[in-house]
């Protein structure tokens, strides 16, 4: 019944920016989603950035992505600005607690493609 449901994905032109938005509903108001990750074809999946006790954000973003979080209503979100081809990829969030590297639980992702 643990649910993580993201939005705000779809096509964009490169230059533009969209914010992605994670909460959960249902039996999952404890559980707060605290981090995004990407995964482009034949590439694995990588965090993109998490905020826990504090903000991390993959090299790969390029100062590009801010994460936010209100706790208030079990939501993060991912600000992206100036987007590029290359960031085309599904976006997943999930929540903790950490498993190992990993966490205990996933959305099923959304679609951000960013056309030239």
């Known amino acids: 019944q643990v649910q993580l449901v993201e939005s705000g994905g779809g096509l964009v032109q490169a230059g533009e920016s969209r914010r992605l938005s994670c909460k959960s509903s249902g039996i999952t108001s404890n559980i707060r989603p605290e981090a995004w990750h990407r995964q482009a074809p034949g590439k694995p999946r990588e965090l993109v950035a998490s905020?826990?006790?504090?903000?991390n954000y993959a090299d790969s973003v390029n100062g590009r992505f801010i994460i936010t979080r209100d706790n208030a209503q079990n939501t993060v979100y991912l600000q992206m600005n100036s987007l590029r081809p290359s960031y085309s990829a599904v976006y997943y969030c999930?929540?903790?607690?950490?498993?190992?590297?990993?966490?205990?639980?996933w959305g099923q992702g959304t679609q951000v493609t960013v056309s030239a």
């Open positions: 999930s929540a903790g607690p950490r498993v190992g590297t990993g966490w205990a639980y």
């Open positions: 905020i826990t006790s504090d903000i």
